[in-house]
């Protein structure tokens, strides 16, 4: 079983940049497929993005395409969400996730982080 820890967060203004991370504890951190979803305060759970167990291929929700990246670094075993040109509706507790298969939906992720706070001021 892999174990998730999650750092970075926090508060930004509008139009800033945050830098989210994931680490893995295990050795099968490159057999997930690795994504980030988010939810924010009276709202469910949304997909965020994901890349596949190469790091090559990414997808990303249409809310976030084009100002979010994500990366993983297999040796370091550890998943990367770069944020940018932030807006106030990212603002969200952002977990990062991990599925044996493509997904977007959180019934079908086989494990969790902790989540991390994201606040974007306006």
């Known amino acids: 079983q892999v174990h998730l820890v999650q750092s970075g967060g926090g508060l930004v203004q509008a139009g800033g940049s945050l830098r989210l991370s994931c680490a893995a504890a295990?050795?099968?951190?490159?057999?997930?497929?690795m994504g980030w979803f988010r939810q924010a305060p009276g709202k469910e759970r949304e997909f965020v993005g994901s890349?596949?167990?190469?790091?090559?291929?990414?997808n990303y929700a249409d809310s976030v395409q084009g100002r979010f990246i994500i990366s993983r670094d297999n040796v370091k075993n550890t998943l990367y969400l770069q944020m940018n040109n932030l807006k106030p509706e990212d603002t969200a507790v952002y977990y990062c996730?991990?599925?044996?298969?493509?997904?977007?939906?959180?019934?079908?992720?086989?494990?969790w982080g902790q989540g991390t706070r994201v606040t974007v001021s306006s």
């Open positions: 890349v596949d167990w190469s790091g090559s291929g990414a």
């Open positions: 295990g050795r099968v951190f490159g057999s997930y497929i």
């Open positions: 996730a991990g599925s044996r298969g493509p997904t977007t939906r959180t019934t079908e992720i086989d494990i």
